[in-house]
């Protein structure tokens, strides 16, 4: 099992739009579900979205209809589109695989949302 590799993040102003991913080998083959957790400085790990083995996707109430988790399993990715952001969608972003396939976290990656 393989470390996920992530990759995107960034600074935007309020209103804008990121795209982060999630690479994680054998994601597919070992039919993986998928997570996106996010952390603020001085605050607890917040879920944030889901994508499951099946396809089949879930959100936390905060992000839901801003943002949209989806996956390339051609290429073992897993995206999550971060539309209409907002200040408090300032975090650290981090994927994690299932347990069922090692529970691994990604490196993470920042996400500033201000003017």
């Known amino acids: 099992q393989v470390q996920p590799v992530q990759s995107g993040g960034g600074s935007v102003q309020p209103g804008g739009s990121l795209r982060l991913s999630c690479t994680a080998p054998?994601?597919?083959?070992?039919?993986?579900?998928m997570d996106w957790y996010r952390q603020a400085a001085g605050r607890q790990r917040e879920w944030v979205s889901r994508?499951?083995?099946?396809?089949?996707?879930k959100y936390a109430a905060s992000v839901k209809g801003r943002f949209t988790i989806s996956e390339d399993t051609d290429k073992d990715t897993v995206y999550l589109q971060m539309n209409r952001l907002k200040p408090e969608d300032t975090a650290m972003y981090t994927c994690?695989?299932?347990?069922?396939?090692?529970?691994?976290w990604g490196q993470g990656s920042q996400v500033t949302v201000s003017s």
């Open positions: 994508i499951t083995r099946t396809g089949s996707t």
């Open positions: 994690k695989t299932s347990y069922s396939c090692g529970n691994l």
């Open positions: 054998g994601f597919t083959s070992d039919r993986c579900d």
